[in-house]
């Protein structure tokens, strides 16, 4: 299954590592640092056209990547469960 995460970018959910909510995890130094370091590797795509709400970091072939979402982590959780759901079936 896919997960959409805005300008028309999509991830598959089996490499989802996790997403989180931007505004309150880069408070946290560690959050902070990893997300500097990632930057610096060029493994930040930014897939928002405002500021972004969420990250979401996946592990592709290519190494982890950092995606950066204008789509609130509540919704994309959501999506991921509605998706979960249709595997049930």
Known sequence: MYLHLGQ?????????????????TSLGKITRQYLAKAQKAERVINVSADLP???????????????????S???????????EGLANL
Request: glycine share 4%; proline share 2%; hydrophobic share 45%.
């Open 73 to 83: 982590p509540a919704t994309l959780r959501k999506r991921t469960s509605f998706l």
């Open 53 to 71: 709400k969420s990250f979401i970091v996946c592990q592709e072939k290519q190494g982890v990547f950092v995606y950066l979402s204008q789509i």
């Open 8 to 24: 028309n970018v999509v991830v598959r959910t089996s490499t989802v590592i996790g997403i989180f909510d931007i505004e309150n």
